[in-house]
């Protein structure tokens, strides 16, 4: 007869089970903690925070066999002939560099979507610093239109339609695309108005089509665009190439793209002005940009970093005063001449007391330029520096701004390193040094810092947008064991 278990035998039965649960949480949790130094290359070691090696940071991140293909890997019909398509697609952009970079991408891929003949987009030249510079004043337009010419019809016009001997300029008519348009919206309604009037204007147009696509070949398409097919005009990069020449004369550099806000500039440094000072800055804060609450914004990652803030990050990770710094900011640098001096004096010191080797690209670069060159051109100029630096660091990475784009690029363009601080992690270890608890600031900021991917591929999760973080859909791996992720044939 079976004998019964009894209360101490029903005991360990019970705690089996539990100890096995336990075995694999410390699995699993083991594994995680390797994983999040698998980018630093010191997965097989116990390293402490404090013994992180920064130099290896001076190299590209931890590929894992993964290397940038935008080709596409399905069947992909060449654009329509003139006759058979649906009809003619011109586009508004507005902005600084950055909206209008993704907005030409987002045109692009509008213009498969409906298999339209795309016209060479438009910028608005009052949205940026009144600089009236076009698409053909900044982007090499006959390499933007022969790279994307297997992708997408292209026309630098609306070509006059003759009817009874007249030739007269075809109408276009005019939509508002929602934010964030899903593909079915274009496929649907803006489809029928451009079948219906044979061309159609979309305005505004930045942020009119939905990041997340679930085609992972219009996904690709918004890559080739980025990163092939939109080219600076030679000058420019002539240009930026003989400043980072200069830059990398003595070694590495990195570039540090900062961000002015005036909210942040009215918290923080407002008490550091004279009262003339002081008055001059209320009244422009007051007339154009409303007080916001700054510390809650703050204390939501929602704020870009200081450049003080920035060099206090990277002193506690262990970069010291020898390090060569650029700073990537076009001109003009802020609203107004005032905003501009203030910003300069007020938020540099600090960073210039912290790395006495830092740089901007009127220091470096052909001062000639400087005097006739407008913001766009500038722009591009910082946008290919940063882009080539052998280390960037943005101080704000949210939507519409130029480290957007950037990181997405430095990602494709070899897995790059690029330092992203934390805002939000971050934000109580700088309030409490600001209000006198700095016991352990160092420890605190490398705890951050060092739990990071560092340009390495890694999955996109919201609010992560595509544009910085392109993974995986234009990247390839050369063993991989999924199908779908091996790289297309050359």
Known sequence: MRRGLGSEGLVRRHREPAKLWIAVAALVAGTIWLCSFSSLGLVGTFYRVQDVDVNKLWRSAYSNGWRASSAPRTYWPSPPTESDSSGYL???????????????????????????????????????????????????????????QYDVRIVMSIPKITAKGNTTNLRVHKIAPPRDAPVIWYRTVALEEIKKHGAIYLTPFFHRLAEEIDDPELQRLRCRVNYHALRFKPYIMKTSSEIVTKLRSEGHFMSVHPLFELDVLESRELVLLTRKGQKIMLEYLKNVHPRNRFEERRLLGKCPLTPEEVGLILRAMGFDNTTRICLAYSKPFAANQFMEHFAANRFMKPLKALFPRLENHTTVGPGKLDENTRGLMWSAVDYMVCLLSDIFVPTYDGPSNLA???????????FQTTITPDRRALARIFTDREEGRASGFEERVRRVMFNAHFGGPHKRIHPESFYTNPWPECFCQTKAKNHGDRCPQD
């Open 90 to 148: 011109r586009v508004l952009l507005n902005g600084g560099l950055n909206k209008q970079h993704s907005a030409i991408s987002n045109a692009v891929v509008v213009a498969r979507i409906m298999n339209a003949t795309l016209v060479l987009p438009e910028f608005d030249t009052k949205s940026f610093g009144h600089d009236e510079s076009g698409l053909v004043d900044i982007y090499d337009v006959p390499h933007f239109m022969k790279t994307l």
């Open 404 to 414: 957007n784009n950037l990181m997405g690029h430095r990602l494709y363009n070899g």
